[in-house]
């Protein structure tokens, strides 16, 4: 492996799961270009030649099994088949964020389900207050929903230099926001439901189940059950899109275990030694199976969601001929008002204002895990809705109240992305100390680390006092360990930073990396722990006993105490002690650091660390200080 793009690679015993959100936002994020680009392709060609934008979109596609069919035209397909595919993957990040992300502390779910769930409502009441139970009034559901894809993407463009906290509030608090929003689609926007399609769906998603509680891991069976699920809904007359997020929420997030990850390293020694088919085919099983069912299905179907169905969804749905006439209807229409006015003033008040109340109810114990401008950065932004607003107006409308509806969530769009560049635009104008503030807030982040830096027992580097820990979980003969030393040594210099060493010895890819990890415990039994430990990675090749006992000497080591103990094994159960805190802080990979006790996701080159060990003394710094009364307002 290479490293040119920033150090992000690290010795695994399988790929390491990464932050929960993280992976997913830099998909998303990336994805968003596409998908905008899809928005000006459809604009212009329904613009250029409206009749062969329909047509196009309007011709029937038929899959047929003998005497039995479907026959839909091809933006149906797109709305009801490939989208069922982007709401899987909406299921399996909210599963994802509830097994391992922050949502794992059920605590921190209040607030983001109740600023989504409101954030909902009152887009609705202000839509049905400028429809005035018109008859428009019918596609309240329009206004509701949050696009997160399209939303995080634009904030990476208009809110440049924002953290990832800020992101991934916005994701915490908008993950019930689909989920609610397929519901209402199921319930409100489902016409002629046909009951025994509907039962016969409810059987397939039981045996899905049954799949699942019985480990049953052919792909085969759960692709045959899914397509009966999703023709059934179907023909039940409910949106089938329903059936990918009840199937993604039954995968289940979790990191790999060291035994299984271990065994399918001898999986693959065994294919190494005799690379045969069956061996390989063997081999990249267990590779495979070490991996839990979200993050296999993650791999396989984010991508093309993020990069394929969403921006081929926006390519079907948001081509809307304009015209002088069109806009001087469309922006006189309550429909297209209550959009608006429903996404820019509904979701920030929302939001904003569900952040203050709990805050105040509770005494600041429930509050956002960000500061109060990003707090009202995120309900800007929430005023981007897209993908279920187009859903839902495609159910809810046809011809010029559909079109109305159109320009409605594209002009809410770019107001929504014009408002955001202003909040983040006068935050960066505060002084420094404020400008944190209001962006990171005090909460406490996440502990990480199990157990917490013990400087009786650790191997501890810098002052105790220090404002920033780093602890990084290493292996001697890790070739990754070894490309981010440079970056450690620079580290270490920092005045107000103490960094910590703990083993992770992975004997299954790097057979010496134990016996150095217990010769480096026999050297601190002398008293040279750091001075054993700075020899060793330019010498990663070269940890046999006869080249351990060569560095002893060199270090002045009294050698026959120091060969005594490496024989005997002496320090074996302090090594072991690192090995299970790696396991207790779902470590799967060297290098691994952890900054203030939560894990650091990303390159470890030394542009990355600085600007992560920065954000944490900014953290340090905002949770020590007192924020006087009149402050916290204002901020």
Excluded at 138 to 157: E, F, N, P, R, V
Excluded at 404 to 413: F, H, P, S
Excluded at 507 to 521: F, G, I, K, N, S
């Amino acid at each position: 492996m290479t490293t040119s793009g920033g150090m992000r690679e690290r010795t695994q015993w399988t790929r390491g799961l990464g932050a929960p959100l993280r992976a997913f936002l830099r998909t998303e994020s990336g994805s968003a270009g596409v998908l905008v680009a899809a928005i000006a392709a459809a604009l212009i060609w329904a613009n250029v030649d409206t009749a062969s934008y329909d047509a196009v979109w309007r011709t029937d596609f038929s899959v047929r099994f003998g005497a039995m069919g479907i026959t839909e035209d091809l933006r149906t397909w797109i709305n009801s088949g490939l989208m069922t595919l982007f709401f899987l993957v909406v299921g399996l990040e909210a599963r994802r964020e509830f097994d391992l992300g922050d949502l794992r502390d059920r605590r921190r779910f209040l607030l983001p389900s109740a600023a989504g769930l409101v954030g909902m409502l009152i887009p609705v009441l202000i839509y049905l207050a400028v429809t005035h139970g018109g008859p428009g009034a019918h596609g309240w559901g329009i206004a509701m929903s949050t696009d997160t894809a399209l939303a995080l993407g634009l904030l990476a463009l208009v809110g440049r230099g924002v953290p990832d906290s800020i992101r991934v509030f916005l994701l915490t608090v908008f993950v019930v926001d689909d989920l609610v929003a397929l519901l209402v689609i199921a319930v409100v926007y489902s016409e002629d439901i046909a009951m025994m399609p509907l039962l016969i769906a409810g059987a397939a998603f039981g045996v899905w189940l049954l799949l699942r509680t019985f480990g049953v891991r052919s792909a085969f069976s759960y692709a045959v059950v899914g397509l009966v699920l999703w023709a059934a809904m179907l023909a039940s007359g409910v949106d089938p899109v329903v059936a990918g997020l009840a199937m993604g929420l039954t995968a289940v997030a979790y990191t790999p275990v060291r035994e299984n990850l271990e065994a399918a390293s001898g999986l693959f020694k065994l294919f190494r030694e005799q690379p045969t088919p069956e061996l390989a085919r063997t081999a990249a099983r267990g590779l495979t199976q070490t991996l839990s069912p979200n993050d296999r299905l993650q791999r396989i179907y984010h991508p093309w969601s993020s990069y394929v169905i969403v921006p081929l969804f926006g390519l079907a749905n948001a081509g809307i001929a304009i015209d002088g006439s069109f806009l001087s209807r469309a922006f006189t229409s309550p429909v297209t008002w209550g959009v608006i006015l429903g996404y820019l003033i509904g979701k920030p008040v929302a939001v904003v204002g569900v952040s203050a109340l709990l805050t105040a109810a509770t005494g600041g114990r429930v509050r956002p895990t960000v500061g109060w401008a990003a707090v009202l950065g995120s309900g800007t932004i929430a005023g981007i809705g897209f993908t279920v607003s187009l859903l839902i107006a495609a159910l809810a409308f046809e011809g010029p109240e559909l079109a109305e509806a159109k320009i409605g969530v594209l002009t809410a769009a770019a107001g929504a992305s014009l408002i955001t560049w202003a909040v983040f635009r006068a935050t960066r104008m505060l002084a420094p100390q404020r400008r944190a503030r209001a962006m990171l807030g005090d909460t406490e982040e996440l502990i990480d680390l199990i157990p917490a830096v013990d400087p009786e027992r650790d191997h501890v580097r810098g002052p105790q006092d220090a404002s920033v820990t780093v602890v990084e979980y290493g292996d001697f003969q890790c070739p990754y360990c070894g490309q981010a030393e440079p970056a450690v040594r620079d580290l270490i210099t920092d005045t107000d930073l103490r960094y910590v060493w703990r083993h992770l010895p992975l004997p299954d890819v790097h057979p010496q990396a134990r016996l150095a990890a217990e010769a480096a415990e026999a050297a601190a039994s002398q008293g040279k722990f750091w001075e054993f430990h700075d020899l060793l990675p330019a010498h990663q090749d070269h940890l046999k006993i006869m080249d351990l006992l060569r560095y002893a000497d060199q270090l002045g080591l009294d050698t026959n105490r120091f060969h005594d103990e490496l024989m005997d094994h002496r320090h074996a159960p302090r090594v072991t002690d690192d090995v299970d805190s790696a396991d207790l802080s779902g470590v799967s990979g060297t290098p691994t650091f952890f900054i203030n006790g939560s894990r650091h996701y990303g390159a470890y080159d030394i542009v990355t660390l600085k600007q992560a060990v920065k954000t944490a003394r900014v953290r340090a710094g905002l949770a020590r200080i007192p924020q006087p009364a009149h402050e916290e307002e204002t901020a």
